[in-house]
């Protein structure tokens, strides 16, 4: 079944990591956050909020439609007075129009069906100034299915279940399909790259394990049972090399375009 972002059991799955050092590398060659308004689309846990916050933003705001999430945000960003959160859907986020200067959304449009996905760039338009970015990042049929190795432990998800495939065939988004719909919105000066951002540090293979046991982050999981996540665990101790030290990674897909 897929994640439920509003049942109590899964408050802290998007809590718990931080921000790597690729990400704010990688944005600080987009933009300059310092003084900006920022809006972070489908915040989760707040994870970037707080790294917008920390890059010197004049304000952030974070918006999710669970209250789980955003309790988790809240959490998260506590004692920062410059993060508002609120509950708004990337659909209807309910801020006003023209009133950012940048618009984030991270794993994000891959919870969109595809015929919403203008209406949510849209959304983005509407909130931006004039020569605001919009920039998105999420993980294109082509970052998921890179095979499984000690950099991409995720690929090691479908050496045990293949039918995943069509799960993530469904959801995942077509770089083409995106760059077409964001001009349809009216954004201009469109790019998109892909690259290879850390993840999470593992001291050792049980921090890894309880990771997936606990599905943290990883929304495909709730695709399966315990058993079947077992089975998965015992799969990637026997694939990867070593079992301390272990670093994670994953490939992403950003587009970015300008109104």
């Given amino acids: 079944m897929p994640i439920d972002f509003n049942a109590a059991e ?7 990591r931080d921000a790597q050092p690729e990400w704010y590398e990688m944005i600080h060659k987009l933009v300059d956050p310092n003084g900006k308004d920022i809006a972070d689309i489908g915040c989760g846990g707040g ?3 707080l790294a917008w916050a920390k890059m010197g933003a004049k304000k952030v705001t974070g918006v999710d439609f669970s209250p789980q999430m955003l309790a988790d ?11 508002d959160l609120i509950k708004g859907d990337a659909l209807n986020t309910v801020l006003p129009a023209n009133s950012q200067d940048i618009v984030f959304e991270r794993a994000l449009i891959h919870h969109i069906h595809q015929e919403n996905r203008v209406l949510c760039f849209a959304e983005a338009c509407r909130l931006l100034r004039s020569g605001g970015i919009y920039i998105l990042q999420d993980r294109t049929l082509q970052d998921i299915h890179l095979p499984g190795s000690p950099d991409h432990i995720r690929g090691y998800i479908f050496d045990v279940y293949p039918h995943l495939h069509h799960f993530e065939n469904q959801r995942r988004p077509n770089s083409h399909q995106v760059i077409e719909g964001l001009k349809a919105a ?12 850390k993840r999470t540090s593992y001291v050792d293979f049980s921090q890894l394990a309880e990771d997936f046991r606990l599905r ?3 929304s495909i999981l709730h695709e399966l049972n315990d058993d079947e996540i077992s089975r998965l665990i015992g799969h990637i101790e026997k694939s990867l090399p070593s079992h301390t ?8 897909t950003m587009w970015v375009g300008i109104k």
Wanted: positive net charge; without cysteine; charged residues 25%.
């Fill in 47 to 49: 994870i970037y909020s």
């Fill in 245 to 252: 030290n272990i670093i994670e990674k994953d490939y992403w």
């Fill in 186 to 197: 009216g954004f201009n000066h469109i790019k998109s790259f892909s690259f290879l951002e």
């Fill in 10 to 16: 899964n408050r802290q799955t998007y809590l718990g």
């Fill in 216 to 218: 943290k982050g990883r």
């Fill in 73 to 83: 945000a809240a959490e998260n960003t506590r004692g920062l007075s410059n993060i």
